[in-house]
């Protein structure tokens, strides 16, 4: 049976799933549901100075049938009182002693710093988060965003409140920023124990065409807004990686953006994660969505042999290369399974018009061909395909060699000029511009035999 507990930078977790700081941690009785429903941990919503809040506060971006795959607010911190949260956090871990309660916080000065900590610790909270992500409202008072983009003032803060606390402290990193690491490694210098990312995308995310104001409106007027959801997954993957592949970082990393099922929890924790946060799906779906998580990646870990969470933390990193180091030589085709296409052409259009016209339409048939010499197996028509499974990519070299653009480059062996033997694209087939404007556009493109191989083996490279 896997083990799913954790202990993430020393704050102890019955599993690695916690609630993200935001809505659904506002209050003690949010928490104690959600403990109660399974969650094992949750950073509460953030602690700090008196805010005001606006009303409307959310936005979202639906695509066809699917509601909220992006979700944006331009919410502030908590805005109740900071003595209602503390004794709610007591509360909370009186009764829950095994569940890790994390207090956010986001304040300014030193004297402050040292206070909500001291405020929070004796509350009972079992770490700290250091809110330096929120990318709307508290960044132009000088916080949230306004620090995370700043690793000098970062570092500042967290060797403040590293003066006082006794307990693990994560620092929220703000995706707003061209190089995550930056801030990451300020974080580490500043004495922080861990780091959690992402917070926010700086976001505006539609424009209502009668009133001319983005979303959400207020008062006929609207503001950017923080950006989170399953579209913001691959930007947060992103960064967790560039923070766990760091050697100077080298801090345990809590996961967050677009988790919504177990299989993003587990990709968040293959990159690095150690723990991971939810947001959106708990406030779209509720607390429920919990046993779903946890049963999954209890199967998950049962079928890959894992027996604890540690297990898995990072073993997709070594596969995460940079593009000069991958294979060369590596080649796959199209192939459409006759059996499953249901013919509607969606694959032939996708190659045509924004591929390689490697996808032939023959008579009497709505199954498309692929044009094995011209496909590149760039992937798209399988993307694009509507049958699970109908196009799969089939490996045509036969593995026995290995050379990467790094490879080549240190032999000497790259292409100087678009005319070289070795360039890329130079047997690269592509019809005549002015085949697109005949009769038969629409039916068969030749395909003209070119090279399969493309890329010439270098002679200094033994394969692997
Ligand atoms: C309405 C709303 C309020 C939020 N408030 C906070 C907050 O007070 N403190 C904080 O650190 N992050 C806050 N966040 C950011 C989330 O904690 C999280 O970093 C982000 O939503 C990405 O996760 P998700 O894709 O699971 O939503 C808020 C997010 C939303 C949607
Ligand atoms: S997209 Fe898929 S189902 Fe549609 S024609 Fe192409 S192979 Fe067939
Ligand atoms: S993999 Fe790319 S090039 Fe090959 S058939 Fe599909 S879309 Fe065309």
Same mark, same amino acid.
Request: hydrophobic share 25%; aromatic share 4%.
């Given at each position: 049976m896997p083990d799913l507990s954790i202990n993430f930078a020393g704050i102890k977790s019955p599993n690695p799933f916690w609630l993200a700081s935001a809505p659904p941690t506002n209050s003690g009785y949010q928490v104690m549901k959600a403990f109660d429903a399974g969650w094992g941990g949750a950073v509460w919503k953030t602690l700090g100075v008196p805010v005001v809040n606006v009303s409307s506060r959310y936005g979202g971006v639906n695509y066809r049938d699917k509601r909220l795959i992006g979700f944006n607010n331009i919410e502030l911190i908590s805005d109740r009182p900071l003595s209602d949260n503390l004794r709610e956090i007591e509360e909370v871990k009186k009764r829950f002693p095994h569940h890790a309660v994390i207090a956010s916080l986001m304040v300014q000065s030193r004297q402050e710093w040292h206070d909500i900590v001291r405020a929070s610790q004796d509350a009972g909270a079992d770490g700290l988060e250091l809110n330096f992500g929120c990318p709307h409202g508290m960044c132009e008072r000088g916080m949230g965003s306004a620090v995370g983009q700043e690793p000098n003032v970062l570092r500042t803060i967290v060797e403040w409140v590293m003066e006082v606390a006794t307990v693990p402290v994560i620092v929220k990193l703000t995706p707003? /920023?061209?190089? /995550?690491t930056e801030p990451a490694l300020a974080a580490r210098q500043g004495g922080a124990n861990a780091i959690s990312l992402i917070n926010t995308i700086q976001s505006i995310v539609g424009v209502d065409l009668d009133q001319f104001s983005p979303y959400p409106i207020v008062d006929g007027q609207g503001t950017n807004g923080g950006y989170c959801g399953p579209a913001v997954k691959p930007i947060a993957l992103n960064m967790v990686k560039n923070c766990a592949q760091? @050697? %100077?970082?080298q801090l345990p990393i809590s996961g967050i953006g677009g988790i919504e099922n177990w299989r993003d929890a587990v990709e968040h924790i293959l990159l690095g994660a150690s723990s991971v946060q939810v947001c959106t799906a708990a406030m779209h779906f509720g607390f429920g969505i919990i046993r779903e998580m946890t049963s999954g990646l209890e199967q998950y870990m049962r079928e890959k042999g894992f027996q604890t969470i540690n297990d898995m933390v990072g073993r997709a990193l070594p596969n995460v290369k940079h593009w000069e180091e991958l294979n060369l030589h590596y080649k796959v085709t199209a192939s459409i399974n006759e059996q499953k296409c249901i013919g509607c052409q969606l694959c032939y259009t996708a190659c045509e018009d924004?591929?390689?016209?490697a996808i032939r339409l023959n008579e009497g048939t709505r199954v498309p061909e692929i044009i094995d010499e011209n496909c590149v197996g760039c992937n798209l028509c399988s993307l694009v395909c509507p049958v699970e499974e109908c196009i799969t990519m089939e490996r045509r070299?036969? %593995?026995t060699r290995h050379e990467t653009w790094q490879q080549r480059t240190l032999a000497g062996? /790259? @292409?100087?000029?678009?005319?070289?033997?070795?360039?890329?694209?130079?047997h690269h087939w592509v019809p005549e511009p002015a085949a697109a404007l005949g009769k038969e556009k629409h039916k068969t493109l030749p395909g003209k035999a070119r090279q399969f191989e493309t890329v010439p083996a270098s002679p200094q490279i033994v394969s692997e």
């Open positions: 707003n /920023i061209s190089d /995550i760091h @050697p %100077g970082v924004g591929a390689h016209q070299d036969d %593995g062996n /790259i @292409p100087s000029e678009f005319e070289d033997e070795r360039a890329g694209g130079r």
